[in-house]
Structures are given as structure tokens and as C-alpha cells.
């Protein structure tokens, strides 16, 4: 059974830095586009980061667009997401996805999910 697990998550102060892991095994990762979501208390789930399978195709959420990067390590089965710069409003449990192929924006377009690791940001 596939299921990507992510770690790093925390509590952290507004300006500082957080770096999020998802491994994923029991999956071809290669070929796999891998995405970061997060979903905030009393909201739904949004888009915040992806990477395909070339990983130089990249592509953010506009609100963190310059402050985070994604990254991934094919050897390692490994997907990162790097967050600096730090906002309260970025709080919210991240979520880890796969999805064959092409970066998806939506949840429904991604097929594996992980049971999601919460990232606080105090003001």
C-alpha cells in the first residue's frame, strides 16, 4: 500500500524557517508528480506547492511564491518543502500527494495522500 509520510512540521515564530519531508515508498516515485497542500482550522484543503516529474518543473501557491521551495530526491523516494519567511497565516496541516505524471492544483487530481503534519505559526 502506498502512503507518503511526512515529517518536520512544529510550532514556529512569524520570520523564522520550517522544512517539511515526505517519503513515499510502494510507488514507481520517478514518475510521480508530487504535491504540498495544507489546510487551515474552519477551511478547505489548498494548492501550495507541486514538482513533476522533471524536477525543474515547479510551480506555487501565489501567497508563497518566493518564500518556499520544493524539491525532491528521486534516489531518496523523498519530496521537500522548504518554508522561510514565515506568516501566521501559513499555518495549517500540510499534506503530502502523489499523483502519476503532471503537477494537478486540485486535491481530487492527486491519488496518494498522507496523514498530514501540522505547522503552527505564532505571531
Known amino acids: 500500500q502506498v502512503r507518503p509520510v511526512e515529517s518536520g512540521g512544529g510550532l514556529v515564530q512569524a520570520g523564522d524557517s520550517m522544512r517539511l519531508s515526505c517519503v513515499a515508498s510502494?510507488?514507481?516515485?520517478?514518475?510521480?508528480?508530487m504535491g504540498w497542500f495544507r489546510q487551515a482550522p474552519g477551511k478547505e484543503r489548498e494548492f501550495v506547492a507541486a514538482?513533476?516529474?522533471?524536477?525543474?518543473?515547479?510551480d506555487y501557491e501565489d501567497s508563497v511564491e518566493g518564500r518556499f521551495t520544493i524539491s525532491r530526491d528521486n534516489g531518496k523516494n523523498a519530496v521537500y518543502l522548504q518554508m522561510n519567511s514565515l506568516k501566521p497565516e501559513d499555518t495549517g496541516v500540510y499534506y503530502c500527494a502523489a499523483r502519476p505524471s503532471e503537477i494537478g492544483y486540485q486535491p481530487w487530481e492527486y491519488k496518494y495522500w498522507g496523514q498530514g503534519n501540522e505547522g503552527t505559526v505564532s505571531s
Open positions: 510502494g510507488l514507481l516515485f520517478s514518475t510521480y508528480a
Open positions: 514538482i513533476g516529474e522533471i524536477p525543474r518543473d515547479t
